[in-house]
DNA sequence: TTTTGAATTAACCAAATGGTTAATATTAAA
DNA sequence: TTTAATATTAACCATTTGGTTAATTCAAAA
């Protein structure tokens, strides 16, 4: 039988495990694959043989840990995206004196973050697409509060509250967009050269704060 | 044999065929129907069964007019995308008075199109990130130039050149985003609410021409 | 009316794929 | 050292799936 640790654990190992082997555990090892592949190939595109492979272990062990594939794709998909939200979060808490400083604050700290783990927007769009109802449980799995995002904007609220979702979303688009739709851009308008795309993206930081705040100010 | 009228006719019926049936003929009607499909469930996740289920007709008609599902894939984005490529083409060719109105006028008439194919961003975001070659085929075929976009930005283009594609990318986001990720967004920002998201996207025009002409406002 | 080529269908096929099983190895506790 | 639970593997299985085929229908030209 197997249903004694695994399942649902979704990536935190709770120690209660006698023997978590040397070097690595399994059940990372096929996460931390799992992601890969999946991050590659999509859940449909993605293959339990492949991504026993790229785990180096047998086929069988990632349904002894997971037992299907949708319950791995969605541990593999909590695991991160929740990883995500956390460090999300934890930039939302920076001290800023005015709006203007936190604003750039977020901007420079979400881009950094998301530089950093550049697939996880289109991971979720995509996941989200598929399934609309995984976010609820990953929203209060997470303790992220969208209403959070909007204490960045506090004074602008109180003057104009109907915009305040607009603005929310223009600077997760302006910051979020060159990531998603990278491949598209880099070829359209950076003759498909990666490193200069990297330097559009490392200087982008500084265009947005630029376009917010100017739009913002009075 | 079969070669002889359909593959690579990519949407484009060529009356050469003697007979073409009564109401509505085939090729169109499978792919119209795989669109549907394609766009659903995605390349992995669309099913031939499910296509010629859609279009009402045999399976072995789909391989008879596209021989592999790869085939019928290509021709799908080819036409989606190439009509839409079109239509952006023209109403780049709109005439504004001055930078201000040009902008204007593209957003408005760009955000349009988009409202009434929503799902093609995202599809061609998928479908570039799957196989970014298709876009070099499909950027010939359109006719769409990348440096017609920046002409919007003429003025500007002049005053700061390193800025250029900042700008651009940054209207393209603040249209396409919104789009791109509306089930999340809605979920989040409008308690799931379509109507209200839909007036959201309404709205969001004159936020987005707002935002972009203070931006570039001297 | 006959003929000829295209259109259509039901049945079929081989490969791929998610998942299982039964046997074996490993580990740590008793 | 024995034991009992967990971890691991190779072989296997049923289903799904993209794709094929051979027979049939259909439509128009001769």
């Known amino acids: ?32 694959a799992a992601r890969r592949v999946f991050i590659a190939k999509g859940l449909d595109g993605a293959r339990m043989q492949e ?11 990632v349904h002894y840990y997971f037992e299907s594939k949708e319950n791995l794709f969605e541990a593999v998909f909590m695991d991160t995206v929740g990883v995500f939200f956390k460090k999300v979060n934890e930039i939302l808490l920076y001290e ?42 990953l929203l209060s799995n997470s303790g992220l509060k969208p209403e959070a995002f909007m204490q960045l904007f506090k004074n602008r609220v109180l003057k104009n509250g109907k915009d305040i979702r607009q603005l929310v979303i223009s600077v997760f688009a302006l910051c979020l967009f060159p990531f998603i739709a990278r491949p598209l851009l880099q070829i359209i308008y950076f003759e498909d050269n990666s490193n200069e795309y990297d330097q559009f993206l490392s200087e982008r930081k500084e265009y947005v704060k630029k376009m917010l705040l100017k739009f913002l100010d009075e």
Chains 1, 2 share one sequence.
């Open 51 to 61: 991504i026993a492979d790229e785990a180096c272990i047998n086929k069988a062990m």
């Open 1 to 32: 039988m197997v249903n004694s640790k695994k399942v649902f654990s979704f990536g935190i190992v709770f120690n209660q495990s006698k023997k978590m082997n040397k070097d690595c555990n399994t059940e990372e090892k096929i996460l931390q």
């Open 96 to 137: 800023g004196t005015n709006m203007q400083e936190k604003i750039s604050l977020f901007v420079d700290n979400y881009m950094e973050i998301i530089a950093s783990n550049p697939f996880i927007p289109q991971f979720m769009i995509n996941e989200i697409n598929r399934n609309p109802k995984i976010l609820y449980k």
